[in-house]
């Protein structure tokens, strides 16, 4: 056994020095004007602050995407989940959001003489608005929030530190596949939204209400362009990375046990959910000015 | 101290650490810790809760960023490397953590593989046999199948220990690896630790607050106490010691007795 170049004791010594960083207190009016400065504006800097760090986290994550290795695998988990596991709910909402649409419409629009024009508004409705939106608050419930609750728990049981600790960078083995999967599935559930939707609003008008088929879907084709369902899809899209970066970066960011896992599940879905609706307004503002309605 | 002293490969000395500094918030954690790992030995870092051993080993693996201080593994300081330069300096690294970190998605062969999946590119067969052999050295046979989730706690660790040495490192962290664990399962874990850093030649670097551990496989001991390393030495230098804190650290522990009388008026 090697002896040490310095016994115990005399290291002991020689470690104790002081620290290099001041203790002088600051005066008592500055403690005081700076604790109400953070009582004030202290929310708002946290929500900056969440904010940018959710930035610079999509950034890391396309940063990720163009660097080896590629792992397919990762992707299309995230992709079945993301999509193929939220087909049948999207599917579910979306006939009974149109169903209820149109059974709310039909009566307001005969009092008007405008009967034909049922189909047109619903699926304009829906195509722009409806389905985007309410597909993106169901993908959050659905994914958004497995997403906080599974990078939460590997967070706290330090899977992720184990990631790092093998070389793998977290951000591309589980942020980069989620955040692009949401991204190509979000606009794919809004057409099959769209399209439910459309069929639950026929079966009520046509079939239960007895509107004409003809002026139904005549109407329909006249009105609805495919540039109001590129402004859905591209709102899809966006909304798909607003949940799944929100979704990770409440995840990856937990803290404080199963406690902190719930409190990231909740933020997740809350953040996202009004982002998705705030976002809403502002985005079909840009896009409406982008693309100047043709009508 | 110059931090060039240490740019050269010492023969004896794998990891060199100098005035490490680093707070969370308010909370001065480090306060400056020079540490010096030996080569092939089993190094134990012991100290209370909450004094930083395991923020030390996060250090150690560029898990966490210093807010000063440098930290040299085979001459190379990490300290300034980004994350992906870090990740070739990790290859040198295994980690057992305190819970094993196991992915829970997966079996135990999907777990201890995982490491060869991301950085080899050896075939599906070669892969299953080498994880059945880390298996077998650690005492676990027909495990593969089994879910993470289903493993007791000394399995998990042995797991996360295969997992740790299947890409052969050299240099091994475990951080608090009896934590949690029976007399016999800590005896296993110990004896576990031995083997390894015999069989492989490994430089061990173990975080404990266990002394009956310590003092059964240590070669050598550091206390990390108020964010600094206040004693260092072998096993036996450290039963000679006439510092307080540590004597009552030790003695505490009631499983080992240190030889002449506790000084009664502090430390040296």
Known sequence: ????????????????????????????????????WHQVFGPLFKGFETFGQILVLTGQAFYW?????????????????????????????????????????TDTFRTFGMESYIGAMVTLALVRELAPVLTALMVTARAGSAMATELGSMRITEQIDALRTMAVSPVQYLVTP????SIIMMPLLTMVFSFAGMVGAYLVAVILLEVDHG????????????????????????????????????????????????????????????????LDYFVGDILLIIYESPS | MT????????????????????????????????????????????????????????????LLKPDEGHIFVDGLDIVPLNEVEMNGVRRKFGMLFQQAALFDSMTVEENVSFPLREHTNL????????????????????????????????????????????????????????????????????????????????????????????FRIADRIFMLQGGRIVANGTPEEILDTTNEDLRVFVETSGTVKFHGQPSMGGAV
């Open chain 2, 123 to 214: 075939p599906r067969n070669k892969i299953q046999e080498m994880v059945a052999e880390k298996l077998a050295i650690l005492g676990l046979h027909n495990a593969e199948k089994k879910m993470s989730s289903e493993l007791s706690g000394g399995m998990a660790k042995r797991v996360g220990l295969a997992r740790a040495i299947v890409l052969e490192p050299e240099i091994l962290i475990y951080d608090e690896p009896t934590t949690g664990l029976d007399p016999i399962a800590t005896k296993n874990v110990d004896n576990m630790i031995a083997e390894t850093a015999q069989h492989l030649g490994v430089t061990s670097i173990v975080i404990s607050h266990d002394m009956a551990s310590t």
């Open chain 2, 3 to 62: 931090a060039t002293d240490f740019t050269e490969r010492d023969e004896r000395y794998q990891i060199r650490v100098r005035n490490l500094h680093k707070s969370f918030g308010k909370h001065h954690v480090l306060r400056g810790i020079d540490l010096d790992i030996e080569r092939h030995k089993i190094n134990i870092i012991i100290g209370g809760s909450g004094q930083g051993k395991s923020v030390l080993c996060k250090h150690l693996m560029g």
């Open chain 1, 215 to 278: 002026l139904f879907i005549s109407e329909t084709e006249w009105m609805v362009d495919t540039y109001d369902i590129k402004i859905g899809l591209i709102k899809a899209a966006i909304f798909g990375w607003v949940l799944s970066s929100v979704g990770c970066h409440q995840g990856i960011s937990a803290a404080g046990g199963a406690k902190g896992v719930g409190l990231a599940t909740t933020r997740a879905v809350v953040y996202s959910s009004v982002a998705v609706l705030m």
């Open chain 1, 178 to 181: 989620r955040i692009v999967a």
């Open chain 1, 65 to 105: 995407l163009f660097r080896r290795p590629f792992r397919w695998r990762e992707y299309l988990v995230a992709l079945d989940f993301i999509g193929v596991g939220s087909l049948s709910i999207i599917v579910l909402v979306g006939l009974f959001t149109g169903a209820a649409f149109s059974l709310q419409v």
């Open chain 1, 1 to 36: 056994m090697d002896k040490p170049s310095v016994p115990a004791s005399v290291e002991a010594k020689k470690t104790e020095r002081p620290t290099k960083r001041s203790t002088k207190r600051p005066a008592r009016w500055v403690t005081r004007v700076d604790d109400l």
